[in-house]
């Protein structure tokens, strides 16, 4: 496996500025109810709720690589690494393990055992189908995707639907190739 | 004025668990742009932020009383102080100036500098009517109605209509009397 040296995922933490998480686990649970009450499918929060975190994932790579001093990832496996340890910590305050790598080193799974964005939460029968945490899947997809790696990202386990984790699988689909490790003018 | 000790703000901001500002700030947007487009009115927009707030300000009343340590305040005067200087620092990391009071002591005003909900944001031309911060006059509306003060809460000054600060008007309506100063068993 390539060296991972980043910046601690602390140090950044403890560096940034931040809300109460209570408050964010409150606003994030009333986006979830404003859309089921808006679309009625839970297909369809789903589907609006990865939109979202696309959409933020694509405007917070920049904060993560302009504080997080993290280079260019050599490979998936030292990206998967780096989310699962700085960029997590650095945005939600948890840490998730890397595990479940498939021989051709292209899928993988971030397994977290804390996740601030349930807490508090139950989902009623009517909204079984639903992945209450689909905008963390968009942010983590738009956020590769501005450095050049195609993903899909899907839950396989999930505490809300009686999981004893949270898994989340990441597929790299396809990687632009670029200068490597650094750029010249670096 | 009655004297105000709460605990420290910042000491209790530095102890509550807590996410990155940034990705608050990028999933409040993602919100009012949802609700944006699904209900088209920017006066529908404003009453649902308003209403998110109240149902967030209802629960979030608790951890505030848990950690802040701030026992029932004596009049609507150290209300708004603590608001000001304890509440607004725990959850969004900011204080306020409270000002601009009635000569009866039930009406005043929030001055905010500094306001995470407004990084990065800027209105379109289609927006004008647009309070975008309105989750927030929701949150301490619901808060105060939880320890008995009925209050109406406006937008007087907003930073993004090009006004020079945000400031926040507190009216306040009814005061359901509770037993004074504390309750027997505390």
Redesign the interface.
Known sequence: MAPVAPRSGDAI?AN?????????T???G??VR??LT?LEEVEEVNK?LDQ?GY??GI??ID?FLAKSNVSRCIDFKETAEVIAKVGLK????VTATVGNWNVEGTTCSLILEDN?LVDFVELPDTCQGLYYCN?LSGVIRGALEMVSMKTEVTWIRDMLRGDDAFELQLKLLKQVPEEYPYKDDE
């Open positions: 933490f940034v500025e931040r809300v109460n998480a209570e408050l964010f409150l606003t994030y009333a986006i404003q859309l808006d609006q979202m959409n933020i405007r917070l904060e650095m945005f939600l305050g601030p905008i």
